[in-house]
């Protein structure tokens, strides 16, 4: 069982650049997220999707987009990189069945991105 | 304005010490859960705490959630060089669904 699995490991962009970071989960989990963590910052929220065709902004989606064509993928592109969007990309994906389920998430192990 | 409050940020001591992290807010949280996460990699599930005043053990780690669902710690007794780690706090508000709102972490060291 892979879990969630990102895409790349690693990548340096220029200003100005494009690119999309991979995600993808073999949990039939409904819900996935974007998460982006910054030093001593904790983890920020940058979309969120429910299920198949339906996404919604977090806390800092400016820069940012995403699509949710099937359960499995969600990808996050960014259009035209700049500096502030250095940082570690966490995907993440969770099963919620109604009101009250509290189960966890499970985590990529992260895409860390530089640009320059 | 940062919802969870997390303290101490950094921690270094020395393997077979005892140590408390502490996770604070001004808000309700339905649930709250604790995470670890080490280098180059995602965070992992700890556990998840639901109910005000509920304590859950996983091991030497103790795991209490506030009466009135505010606050919660995390408790390492006799702590190994295998707890060294970022542990993170997380909670979810009635009004936010499944989104979860992340502390800045405590960055835990134990040295042998």
């Known amino acids: 069982n892979a879990g969630v699995t990102q895409t790349p490991k690693f990548r340096i962009l220029k200003i100005g650049q494009s690119m999309t970071l991979q995600c993808t989960q073999d949990m039939n989990h409904n819900y996935m997220y974007w998460y982006r963590q910054d030093p001593g910052m904790g983890l920020k929220l940058i979309y969120y999707?429910?299920?198949?065709?339906?996404?919604d902004k977090g806390e800092v989606p400016n820069g940012y987009n995403v699509s949710r064509s099937t359960t499995e993928d969600f990808p996050l592109r960014l259009e035209l990189a700049a500096p502030s969007q250095t940082s570690v990309y966490f995907c993440?994906?969770?099963?919620?069945?109604?009101?009250?389920?509290?189960?966890?998430?499970?985590f990529g192990s992260g895409t860390r991105l530089t640009v320059v | 304005t940062q919802l969870l409050e997390q303290s101490p940020q950094f921690l270094s001591i020395q393997e077979g010490e005892n140590l408390t992290v502490y996770c604070n807010s001004s808000s309700v949280f339905s649930s709250l859960q604790w995470y670890r996460q080490e280098p180059g990699e995602g965070p992992v599930l700890l556990v998840t705490v639901v109910t005000g005043g509920e304590v859950k053990k996983l091991k030497r780690l103790t795991f209490q959630f506030g009466d009135a669902r505010k606050d919660s710690s995390l408790h390492i007794t006799a702590a190994q060089p295998g707890d060294t780690g970022l542990y993170l706090c997380?909670?979810?508000?009635?009004?936010?669904?499944?989104?979860?709102?992340f502390g800045e972490g405590t960055q835990l060291t134990v040295n042998p």
């Open positions: 999707s429910v299920g198949a065709g339906i996404t």
């Open positions: 997380a909670g979810a508000q009635e009004t936010s669904g499944s989104r979860l709102t």
């Open positions: 993440a994906s969770s099963y919620h069945r109604g009101r009250g389920s509290n189960y966890g998430y499970t």
